[in-house]
C-alpha cells in the first residue's frame, strides 16, 4: 500500500487530454511538500516530467502540466500520442514516515 | 553531460551484504553541489526510496529498511556505493542511482537517473 495513491490505469485516445490523481495526506502533499511527476518506459529509468509548481526540466514538453489542491496532485497530459504509453509515478516528502514516498504507478494506455 | 551507471555482482545470497556502486562521470561527487540517491523497483512494482548521501557524509535513509542500508562515497574513483545487509527476497529489485535536481539542497526530485541493475536474491 503506497503513501500516495494513484489510479492503477487510465486511458486515452490520441489527441485527447488525460489527468492523473495522486493522492496523499497532511503529512506530505497537504503538509505543502512538493510533488513530483515522473515518466517510466517499460525497460527504461524513469524520467522527471515535472517538479514543484508547475516546473518542467529542459526538454520535456509543455503538453505535460501539472496542478495541486489540497492533499492531492494532478498531472494532465494533452494532445495524447502513442509515445506518452508509459507508467507514471508521482512523488513526494513525507514528514511522518521521514523520507520519500512515490504512488504506486498508473499504466497510460494511449 | 552528466552520467550515472550502476553495476553490482547480479545475485545474492540471502542474508548475505548487498553491495553496489554508481560510477558518475560529467561532474565531481566531491563538489559538494548535489545530493547522491539510491531508489529501488522490484520488478512489475513501483518506485522505492533507499536513500541519500551529501559529500559532507550526510545521510538519510528509508525508515523501512530498518538501519540494514548504508552509502559511501569514493571521491578518488567519482562513485557512491550502496551496502544492504541481511538481504530477504523482498530485496529482489532494480537498483537506480540518482542526482537530486537543484545543487545544494534536497529538492527530492530526482533529474538524472543511471540505467538500473537488476539485483536478485537468490540461494
Known amino acids: 500500500q503506497s503513501v500516495l495513491t494513484q489510479p492503477p490505469s487510465v486511458s486515452g485516445a490520441p489527441g485527447q487530454r488525460v489527468t492523473i490523481s495522486c493522492t496523499g495526506s497532511d503529512s506530505n502533499i497537504g503538509e505543502g511538500y512538493d510533488a513530483h511527476w515522473y515518466q517510466q518506459i517499460p525497460g527504461k529509468a524513469p524520467k522527471l516530467l515535472m517538479y514543484?509548481?508547475?516546473n518542467r526540466p529542459s526538454g520535456v514538453t509543455d503538453r505535460f502540466s501539472n496542478s495541486r489542491s489540497g492533499t492531492s496532485a494532478t498531472l494532465a497530459i494533452t494532445g495524447l500520442q502513442a509515445e506518452d504509453e508509459a507508467d507514471y509515478y508521482c512523488?513526494?516528502?513525507?514528514?511522518?514516515?521521514?523520507?520519500?514516498?512515490f504512488g504506486g504507478g498508473t499504466k497510460l494506455t494511449v | 553531460q552528466v552520467q550515472l551507471q550502476e553495476s553490482g555482482p547480479g545475485l545474492v545470497k540471502p542474508s548475505q551484504t548487498l553491495s553496489l556502486t554508481c560510477s558518475v562521470s560529467?561532474?565531481?561527487?566531491?563538489?559538494?553541489?548535489?545530493?547522491w540517491a539510491w531508489i529501488r523497483q522490484p520488478p512489475g512494482k513501483g518506485l522505492e526510496w533507499v536513500g541519500y548521501?551529501?559529500?559532507?557524509?550526510?545521510?538519510s535513509f528509508n525508515p523501512s529498511l530498518k538501519g540494514r542500508a548504508s552509502i559511501s562515497m569514493d571521491t578518488s574513483k567519482n562513485q557512491f556505493s550502496l551496502n544492504l545487509r541481511s538481504v530477504t527476497a523482498a530485496d529482489t529489485a532494480i537498483y537506480y542511482c540518482?542526482?537530486?535536481?537543484?545543487?545544494?539542497?534536497?529538492?527530492?526530485?530526482?533529474?538524472?537517473w543511471g540505467q538500473g541493475t537488476l539485483l536478485t536474491v537468490s540461494s
Open positions: 560529467g561532474v565531481s561527487i566531491s563538489s559538494g553541489d548535489y545530493y
Open positions: 548521501i551529501f559529500y559532507s557524509g550526510f545521510n
Open positions: 514543484g509548481y508547475k
Open positions: 512523488q513526494s516528502y513525507d514528514s511522518r514516515l521521514r523520507g520519500v514516498v
Open positions: 540518482a542526482r537530486d535536481l537543484i545543487p545544494g539542497t534536497i529538492s527530492d526530485a530526482f533529474d538524472i
